[in-house]
């Protein structure tokens, strides 16, 4: 499992024109079973992305298809963990 943090590099206004594409980015995550939950940080200075993944490659691979990465709109920080202990509705979705 991952955690993968959003930090934004450029003013909000650069990021809006780029959103679209990034939730379209998002979705095609979503459908593949890779992403878990996202959303925005708050105050609003980039995003979180709960990944499940093999391995960190393949996080960087899936990181490397965001528009904000191909446009350096946010740098990422990549967090592995394994969940030691969960509610039963979110361990469905580690199986």
Known sequence: MYIIILTYQ???SEVEKHLE???TYLDKHYASGHF???GAQVPRVGGVILC???SKG???TIIAQDPFYQHQ???YQIIEFIPTKYSED???ILL
Do not use: M, P
């Open 90 to 92: 979110f361990g469905k």
């Open 36 to 38: 878990i939950a996202s």
């Open 52 to 54: 499940k993944a093999g």
């Open 10 to 12: 450029k003013e909000l």
């Open 73 to 75: 709109i946010a740098i």
């Open 21 to 23: 594409a990034h939730r």
């Open 58 to 60: 393949e996080v960087e």
